[in-house]
């Protein structure tokens, strides 16, 4: 199984920060990453699919970046509504696997 | 629109059965593969398992594996899941998700959810 590392567990910043997240394989997944993010009492949405493509309809200040073991989601400006947690998830090998987490809150 | 409703989630003893449909509208249900993913309360998710657009080939999580039974009726455009032998680790909200990409491909990505059904299983 291929395990999913994600930091830092929590990052603390304010609205027009950057918000950099990371995530890191345990092998390599190629480019078969994505990202979702999830808010309160909510289901997770997809923001990013292998590695650097977004979603229909997810914002340009989104954006993925890495290959094989490390693996970047950055927030260019937080926005108001981009205080939420955010998992990485890979679909390289059976069984599909996500990272823990990283909650970005405001400081 | 693309719309995914699960239901029958509930409480059950351990040792019990349930079963989870998610009912699916907006795109064409027969040519997507779909997913289960599960969230236990305040902890991250976990995919329990897959199945092809036509059923054919079904994946499964080792949590989960050998207990539940993924299903669809491409008919009806709904997707199952058969869970047997409950243990209170399986208490999660369960959420189905339509895969990214359509065809005869293989598992995708998780695009998008359902609202999600809780499960408690408790005696």
């Known amino acids: 199984e291929i395990v999913l590392t994600q930091s830092p567990a929590t990052l603390s910043l304010s609205p027009g920060e950057r918000a950099t997240l990371s995530c890191r394989a345990s092998?390599?997944?190629?480019?078969?990453l994505a990202w979702y993010q999830q808010k309160p009492d909510q289901a997770p949405r997809l923001l990013i699919y292998?590695?650097?493509n977004r979603a229909t309809g997810i914002p340009a200040r989104f954006s993925g970046s890495g290959f094989g073991t490390d693996f970047t989601l950055t927030i260019s400006s937080l926005e108001p509504e981009d205080f939420a947690v955010y998992y990485c998830?890979?679909?390289?090998?059976?069984?599909?696997?996500f990272g823990p987490g990283t909650k970005v809150d405001i400081k | 629109q693309v719309q995914l409703l699960e239901s029958g989630g509930g409480v059950v003893q351990p040792g019990g059965s349930l079963r989870l449909s998610c009912a699916t509208s907006?795109?064409?249900?027969?040519?997507?593969?779909m997913h289960w993913v599960r969230q236990a309360p305040g902890k991250g998710l976990e995919w329990v398992a897959f199945?092809?657009?036509?059923?054919?080939?079904?994946f499964y999580g080792d949590s989960v594996k050998g207990r539940f039974t993924i299903s669809r009726d491409n008919s009806n455009n709904t997707l199952y899941l058969q869970m047997n032998g409950l243990r209170a680790e399986d208490t999660a909200v369960y959420y189905c998700?339509?895969?990214?990409?359509?065809?005869?491909?293989?598992?995708?990505?998780?695009?998008?959810w359902g609202q999600g059904t809780l499960v408690i299983v408790s005696s």
């Open positions: 907006g795109f064409m249900f027969s040519t997507y593969g």
């Open positions: 998830q890979q679909r390289t090998n059976w069984p599909f696997t």
């Open positions: 199945i092809r657009s036509d059923g054919s080939n079904n």
């Open positions: 998700a339509k895969n990214l990409v359509g065809g005869g491909t293989t598992g995708s990505w998780f695009d998008p």
């Open positions: 092998q390599s997944v190629y480019h078969y």
């Open positions: 292998d590695a650097s």
